[in-house]
């Protein structure tokens, strides 16, 4: 993987500075950003890889700036939540963060999320096992990381893309959340990680009902999601 810029935004000058030192140490460029109008601004601008992304900014908060970036942006964003707000973890990701990480944070899991994410929302971990495929009225298109639905596209960020993927490559057979977990975030399901949850209803909105009316993608208690077969007719 080629060198990735991101972009730090948090208004802990010391943890920035702590963060953006690590990083750079591990192979990425790092620029800093300490409010969240600057932030919002730098993230449009075409130059980044990523962002990670504070949720208490000064100016605009972190969850305000996602929500008014991912009205037209799909980079990726990685989330710094404090250790125990599980409200603030579940709307971000409800407003298109990719993955998230608790404060107080280590360093070297920021950046093994970071590589995580990257692999994935440039294909690279695509490449070689991810074909174009087509299942009812859903259709993806591996080289170009598109998805249409009834021939008009669908906006999926990158995270939602992977694990749409993943479940069309097992259509009609359950994935597990598990499975799901490691092979679209890249780490363990940990015990109270709604994280699959969260993307998993993003898409089902995106992606509304099949012809019987019920979600294209389907609920198997205690074992994971399945996509639906569906005879559209």
């Excluded at 919002?40 to 000064?58: I, K």
């Excluded at 939540?81 to 990480?101: C, K, M, P, Q, S």
């Excluded at 069309?168 to 994935?175: D, N």
């Excluded at 009316?213 to 996509?227: A, D």
């Amino acid at each position: 993987m080629s060198e990735a810029k991101i972009l730090l935004a948090d208004d802990d000058e010391e943890l920035c500075q702590l963060l953006r030192d690590f990083l750079v140490r591990d192979g990425f460029a790092v620029d800093v950003s300490h409010d969240g109008d600057e932030a919002l601004c730098r993230a449009r601008d075409g130059s980044f890889d990523a962002v990670v992304l504070d949720v208490m900014l000064p100016q605009r908060s972190g969850l305000d700036l996602l929500r008014e970036l991912r009205r037209d942006n799909a980079l990726p964003v990685l989330m710094l939540t404090a250790l125990g707000e599980d409200t603030d973890r579940i709307l971000g990701l409800e407003l298109g963060a990719d993955d998230y990480v608790p404060k107080p944070c280590n360093p070297r899991e920021i950046a093994a999320r970071l590589r995580a994410i990257l692999r994935r929302t440039r294909g690279d971990a695509d490449a070689t096992r991810l074909a174009d495929v087509s299942v009812g009225p859903v259709s993806l298109r591996a080289a170009s990381r598109s998805v249409t639905l009834r021939g008009e596209p669908v906006a999926l960020t990158g995270t939602e893309f992977n694990v749409l993927a993943a479940l069309l490559r097992e259509a009609g057979r359950v994935v597990s959340k598990e499975t799901l977990s490691q092979d679209v975030l890249g780490r363990p399901l940990g015990p109270f990680d709604r994280s699959i949850d969260v993307h998993i209803s993003k898409l089902r909105r995106k992606l509304g009902d099949a012809a019987d009316g019920e979600s294209l993608i389907g609920t198997v208690h205690r074992g994971g999601y399945v996509f639906r077969i569906v005879d559209e007719g």
